[in-house]
């Protein structure tokens, strides 16, 4: 047996902790599920990431409209250890310099985080570190460059040798070029050489299958910002195209690469297929961390298997939820009514106000309060779209005061508040352009029943009416855009068409019934719901499968 190779993973963002603010959404959660697994498992793999001093947006709701603020976290961090360790990075022909900060509080492998905020750059680069995804073209760039060729050299200087460097999404591409630098500058490899000898050593996961969400840069941005390194132009269009495609570059860096579900292998492999060079994409499907995203008491029951119990520990959840509620927005929900829960970033294709789409079907649902909805989620900060669509979950929330709800500022404690406390988990993406999801399967586990279009890690846990709900006529017929015919919009236009006759057809005519009048049924949903997913799609099945599928070293 070989030993088990040493992982070094570059991640922008990673959800530790709710109030540890160096995530935005789905990507930091993964990540930082995945470094707990890692820490459970007894791993060898460490961690590189980004120290960002006023994290993502804050999300502040103001008379129906929802507005962005940046407060300073950083200050409040006393948990980082100081590793003694500065780097430097050029960026611009200028040295910025990089301090290396260690984090082991959350139970997690050891990430290592780069911070310009530091006096020797308060002439002008302390900025780089300071919002996640706050902004493009240079800003981005530099944000890329210090998390990668930071991120290399911090190894470097902290004596970490990896067998394995495993670039999450495609913001750390970077770190390949510095790798191909090390190559050709200090052991004078040829570049065909160098790219050999690296791609033996990376591993890539795409994630986003929504094309403007994948990155590109010109050239000559690139070779302005220094992202060049010693590289010339024939070699970084080698490597990413042109204009430079930083998931192309991922793929050519890369000997193994991953998708993070089945469909979702497909989806990525019919995507990237004119990417010649390209690694393998195989399909993970993500699992989420059972020790933070479980309730303890719902587990314990579901162990138990007593009906009373699992229906009683979940009542406590909700409870906690509809406590929740009342403490930030003023509204009492009820108990014993319907609630379900759709929690997302507020991105067009995911849909959140579908639900809303017919008043003359549900409005009379959601008077009476026979269905109650929490909603949550911030758009990205730069998407005017995803304002308008939060702006109009508001609304809803206002003209059905006491059954929709709107929770501000999404993070890890709402996130965990829901997927414990509601009844129903919604999810209506248009196929197929989710990648994977994962607030599904943390709900999925704690006994909350999936009501979910066929898209991204669904269609692999799916049972219809046993498990959960597919939206679709009978739990297998799914379209996507293209079963229709017409222009782009016109197509969208009967896949929403589509999509909403299904879900009021599910919604109504299953589990509203069941709810209300067979609970037994439901309760024996809830369990095979939990049985289904606990295991399956756990962080620790995620990161056992990293270890065979692309990180194994008789891949190489
Ligand atoms: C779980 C979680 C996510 C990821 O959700 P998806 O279902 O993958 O979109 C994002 N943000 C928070 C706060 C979460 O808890």
Same mark, same amino acid.
């Given at each position: 047996?070989?030993?088990?190779?040493?992982?070094?993973?570059?991640?922008?963002?990673?959800?530790?902790?709710?109030?540890?603010?160096?995530?935005?959404?789905?990507?930091?959660?993964?990540?930082?599920?995945?470094?707990?697994?890692?820490?459970?498992?007894?791993?060898?793999?460490?961690? $590189?990431?980004?120290?960002?001093?006023?994290?993502?947006?804050?999300?502040?709701?103001?008379?129906?409209?929802?507005?962005?603020?940046?407060?300073?976290?950083?200050?409040?961090?006393?948990?980082?250890?100081?590793?003694?360790?500065?780097?430097?990075?050029?960026?611009?022909?200028?040295? =910025?310099?990089?301090?290396?900060?260690?984090?082991?509080?959350?139970?997690?492998?050891?990430?290592?985080?780069?911070?310009?905020?530091?006096?020797?750059?308060?002439?002008?680069?302390?900025?780089?570190?300071?919002?996640?995804?706050?902004?493009?073209?240079?800003?981005?760039?530099?944000?890329?460059?210090?998390?990668?060729?930071?991120?290399?050299?911090?190894?470097?200087? &902290?004596?970490?040798?990896?067998?394995?460097?495993?670039?999450?999404?495609?913001?750390? =591409?970077?770190?390949?070029?510095?790798?191909?630098?090390?190559?050709? %500058?200090?052991?004078?490899?040829?570049?065909?050489?160098? &790219?050999?000898?690296?791609?033996?050593?990376?591993?890539?996961?795409?994630?986003?299958?929504?094309?403007?969400?994948?990155?590109?840069?010109?050239?000559? @941005? @690139?070779?302005?910002?220094?992202?060049?390194?010693?590289? +010339?132009?024939?070699?970084?269009?080698?490597?990413?195209?042109?204009?430079?495609?930083?998931? #192309?570059?991922?793929?050519?860096?890369?000997?193994?690469?991953? !998708?993070?579900? !089945?469909?979702?292998?497909?989806?990525?492999? %019919?995507?990237?297929?004119? =990417?010649?060079?390209?690694?393998?994409?195989?399909?993970?499907?993500?699992?989420?961390?059972?020790?933070?995203?479980?309730?303890?008491?719902?587990?314990?029951?579901?162990?138990?298997?007593?009906?009373?119990?699992?229906?009683?520990?979940?009542?406590?959840?909700?409870?906690?939820?509809?406590?929740?509620?009342?403490?930030?927005?003023?509204?009492? *929900?009820? #108990?014993?009514?319907?609630? $379900?829960?759709?929690?997302?970033?507020?991105?067009?294709?995911?849909?959140?106000?579908?639900?809303?789409?017919?008043?003359?079907?549900?409005? %009379?649902?959601?008077?009476?309060?026979?269905?109650?909805?929490?909603?949550?989620?911030?758009?990205?900060?730069?998407?005017?779209?995803?304002?308008? $669509?939060?702006?109009?979950?508001?609304?809803?929330?206002?003209?059905?005061?006491?059954?929709?709800?709107?929770?501000?500022?999404?993070?890890?404690?709402?996130?965990?508040? &829901?997927?414990?406390?509601?009844?129903?988990? &919604?999810?209506?993406?248009?196929?197929?352009?989710?990648?994977?999801?994962?607030?599904?399967?943390?709900?999925?586990?704690?006994?909350?029943?999936?009501?979910?279009?066929?898209?991204?890690?669904?269609?692999?846990?799916?049972?219809?009416?046993?498990?959960?709900?597919? $939206?679709?006529?009978?739990?297998?017929?799914?379209?996507?855009?293209?079963?229709?015919?017409?222009?782009?919009?016109?197509?969208?236009?009967?896949?929403?068409?589509?999509?909403?006759?299904?879900?009021?057809?599910?919604?109504? +005519?299953?589990?509203?019934?069941?709810?209300?009048?067979?609970?037994?049924?439901?309760?024996?949903?809830?369990?095979?719901?939990?049985?289904?997913?606990?295991?399956?799609?756990? #962080?620790?099945?995620?990161?056992?499968?990293?270890?065979? *599928?692309?990180?194994?070293?008789?891949?190489?």
């Amino acid at each position: 047996m070989s030993k088990e190779p040493k992982v070094a993973y570059f991640c922008m963002e990673y959800g530790l902790e709710s109030d540890f603010k160096i995530y935005s959404g789905g990507l930091g959660i993964l990540a930082g599920d995945h470094l707990k697994a890692a820490y459970d498992q007894d791993r060898d793999l460490v961690a $590189i990431g980004m120290l960002w001093k006023l994290g993502y947006n804050q999300q502040i709701v103001k008379d129906g409209k929802p507005y962005k603020a940046y407060p300073v976290f950083k200050e409040d961090y006393d948990f980082l250890e100081d590793t003694g360790v500065k780097v430097k990075v050029n960026i611009r022909e200028r040295d =910025v310099h990089c301090k290396v900060w260690k984090v082991t509080k959350f139970g997690n492998a050891d990430l290592y985080l780069l911070d310009t905020d530091v006096p020797e750059n308060y002439a002008g680069d302390e900025w780089i570190t300071d919002r996640l995804y706050g902004g493009f073209n240079e800003h981005r760039i530099a944000q890329e460059m210090v998390l990668s060729i930071g991120g290399v050299k911090a190894l470097r200087a &902290l004596g970490i040798e990896p067998d394995v460097y495993h670039f999450n999404d495609s913001h750390p =591409v970077f770190a390949g070029v510095e790798l191909l630098r090390e190559k050709m %500058e200090d052991q004078g490899m040829w570049f065909d050489h160098a &790219l050999e000898e690296v791609r033996k050593k990376v591993v890539f996961t795409t994630h986003t299958p929504v094309l403007a969400g994948n990155e590109v840069h010109t050239h000559h @941005l @690139l070779k302005y910002m220094g992202a060049y390194q010693h590289l +010339n132009v024939e070699q970084m269009v080698a490597i990413g195209d042109a204009p430079f495609s930083m998931t #192309a570059a991922g793929l050519r860096l890369a000997r193994n690469a991953n !998708s993070v579900a !089945s469909l979702h292998e497909q989806t990525a492999n %019919e995507m990237w297929s004119h =990417v010649d060079g390209a690694a393998p994409i195989v399909g993970i499907t993500n699992g989420v961390h059972t020790g933070t995203w479980t309730d303890e008491d719902v587990v314990a029951a579901f162990a138990d298997g007593d009906n009373d119990k699992i229906w009683s520990a979940h009542q406590k959840a909700k409870q906690a939820l509809i406590d929740l509620v009342e403490e930030r927005n003023g509204v009492k *929900l009820d #108990a014993d009514k319907l609630l $379900i829960g759709f929690a997302r970033r507020a991105a067009p294709y995911k849909r959140s106000d579908l639900i809303f789409s017919k008043p003359e079907v549900i409005e %009379e649902y959601l008077k009476s309060g026979k269905v109650q909805l929490v909603f949550s989620g911030k758009p990205h900060p730069l998407d005017d779209m995803g304002r308008k $669509i939060t702006a109009n979950l508001i609304a809803m929330s206002k003209k059905y005061p006491s059954s929709v709800v709107f929770l501000e500022d999404y993070d890890m404690t709402i996130g965990a508040a &829901l997927t414990r406390g509601v009844d129903v988990w &919604l999810n209506n993406p248009r196929r197929p352009k989710e990648a994977s999801g994962t607030s599904g399967m943390k709900a999925a586990m704690n006994g909350v029943l999936n009501l979910s279009t066929l898209d991204g890690w669904w269609p692999e846990a799916c049972r219809h009416g046993e498990n959960g709900w597919a $939206i679709s006529p009978d739990g297998v017929e799914a379209k996507t855009a293209e079963d229709f015919e017409g222009s782009h919009e016109e197509k969208l236009a009967q896949l929403d068409e589509y999509d909403v006759t299904n879900l009021y057809d599910v919604l109504l +005519n299953q589990v509203v019934p069941t709810y209300y009048d067979n609970q037994d049924k439901w309760i024996d949903m809830m369990k095979e719901s939990h049985n289904d997913t606990y295991e399956q799609f756990s #962080a620790g099945r995620m990161l056992n499968d990293y270890y065979k *599928l692309v990180y194994a070293p008789e891949n190489n």
